[in-house]
């Protein structure tokens, strides 16, 4: 039992379900800052998430088996699937049904926020579901993956978060989500360097197929500047709290996370400790900005 459990957590990527824990805080963060809170909204909104995310990353490990990616490529902790489906451990028919049933779950939670909060939902609803659905077998070999991602895993569940807790949008939480939808887009970006041959040979196509590896560290290094850059501006012109600039305490981070991709764009190895460091930089700067918020 607990060494089919293991299975499991392997295969929904269970550490990478914090992202989600840490979007629906983001989110209410925002809203706190705007005087709405609710709990309880909150913690079914993180339910709804959780069950989206679990069921791309089942999806991800049931196509990635089918088109041969996930055996061709060079798998580290943060890239290249759980390795449960090549291993024979369970039958893949299994994991789509459980990838469905987690979608339905969140279906049956946005259903129920459609009920309760009004019709403006729809378009996240929608957007979110598109994104979940396609994202393996559509998004990533139409090179919007990484832009599906951003908005799937970044600025659909803050604005989400957002309006279930207030009933509405504001430009404070649209202005307040892209940090994240970028985050998120550079989570994807750099972590689908080592996977470039296997993507390559499994009919991917995406930013780091299309333009190479060094263009792609160059991209993740500017859009990571310009979060910062971003979360300044609208510091200084008043549309974000002053401390939100809290979030720029992982700078020392992202530079280190560069420098390092940098130097092994080629070597997928090598390139473990800037995925790590890239982890813990997504996280930790969404977690600060929404502290930053809340402190607001």
Same mark, same amino acid.
């Given at each position: 039992?607990?060494?089919?459990?293991?299975?499991?957590?392997?295969?929904?990527?269970?550490?990478?379900?914090?992202?989600?824990?840490?979007?629906?805080?983001?989110?209410?963060?925002?809203?706190?800052?705007?005087?709405?809170?609710?709990?309880?909204?909150?913690?079914?909104?993180?339910?709804?998430?959780?069950?989206?995310?679990?069921?791309?990353?089942?999806?991800?490990?049931?196509?990635?088996?089918?088109?041969?990616?996930?055996?061709?490529?060079?798998?580290?902790?943060?890239?290249?699937?759980?390795?449960?489906?090549?291993?024979?451990?369970?039958?893949?028919?299994?994991?789509?049904?459980?990838?469905?049933?987690?979608?339905?779950?969140?279906?049956?939670?946005?259903?129920?926020?459609?009920?309760?909060?009004?019709?403006?939902?729809?378009?996240?609803?929608?957007?979110?579901?598109?994104?979940?659905?396609?994202?393996?077998?559509?998004?990533?070999?139409?090179?919007?993956?990484?832009?599906?991602?951003?908005?799937?895993?970044?600025?659909?569940?803050?604005?989400?978060?957002?309006?279930?807790?207030?009933?509405?949008?504001?430009?404070?939480?649209?202005?307040?989500?892209?940090?994240?939808?970028?985050?998120?887009? &550079?989570?994807?970006?750099?972590?689908?360097?080592?996977?470039?041959?296997?993507?390559?040979?499994?009919?991917?196509? &995406?930013?780091?197929?299309?333009?190479?590896?060094?263009?792609?560290?160059?991209?993740?290094?500017?859009?990571?500047?310009?979060?910062?850059?971003?979360?300044?501006?609208?510091?200084?012109?008043?549309?974000?709290?002053?401390?939100?600039?809290?979030?720029?305490?992982?700078?020392?981070?992202?530079?280190?996370?560069?420098?390092?991709?940098?130097?092994?764009?080629?070597?997928?190895?090598?390139?473990?400790?800037?995925?790590?460091?890239?982890?813990?930089?997504?996280?930790?700067?969404?977690?600060?900005?929404?502290?930053?918020?809340?402190?607001?």
């Amino acid at each position: 039992m607990q060494q089919q459990l293991m299975i499991w957590l392997r295969v929904i990527r269970a550490p990478f379900l914090l992202l989600s824990v840490v979007l629906v805080i983001y989110g209410s963060g925002v809203s706190y800052y705007e005087g709405y809170w609710n709990i309880a909204d909150s913690l079914i909104a993180l339910l709804g998430l959780l069950s989206l995310h679990i069921a791309v990353n089942v999806f991800n490990e049931y196509y990635d088996f089918i088109t041969g990616i996930d055996i061709n490529t060079i798998k580290t902790e943060f890239n290249g699937g759980s390795g449960v489906l090549p291993s024979g451990l369970i039958v893949p028919e299994v994991v789509y049904r459980v990838g469905l049933s987690a979608f339905a779950v969140g279906a049956c939670v946005g259903i129920y926020f459609l009920s309760t909060k009004g019709a403006r939902l729809i378009p996240i609803l929608v957007i979110g579901a598109i994104c979940v659905l396609f994202y393996t077998p559509g998004f990533t070999r139409l090179l919007v993956g990484e832009l599906a991602a951003g908005l799937g895993l970044g600025v659909l569940p803050v604005l989400g978060t957002y309006f279930v807790l207030t009933g509405g949008y504001s430009i404070q939480a649209i202005i307040a989500s892209i940090p994240a939808g970028l985050l998120t887009f &550079n989570l994807l970006l750099l972590s689908e360097i080592p996977d470039y041959h296997a993507d390559k040979a499994g009919g991917r196509k &995406n930013i780091v197929i299309v333009f190479g590896r060094k263009k792609a560290i160059l991209l993740y290094s500017m859009l990571v500047a310009f979060v910062y850059i971003y979360v300044g501006i609208f510091i200084l012109t008043g549309l974000m709290p002053v401390s939100v600039a809290i979030a720029l305490l992982t700078i020392p981070l992202a530079v280190r996370a560069i420098n390092i991709a940098k130097s092994n764009y080629d070597n997928p190895v090598g390139l473990t400790d800037a995925l790590r460091m890239n982890v813990m930089l997504v996280l930790g700067t969404q977690l600060l900005i929404a502290v930053g918020y809340f402190i607001g």
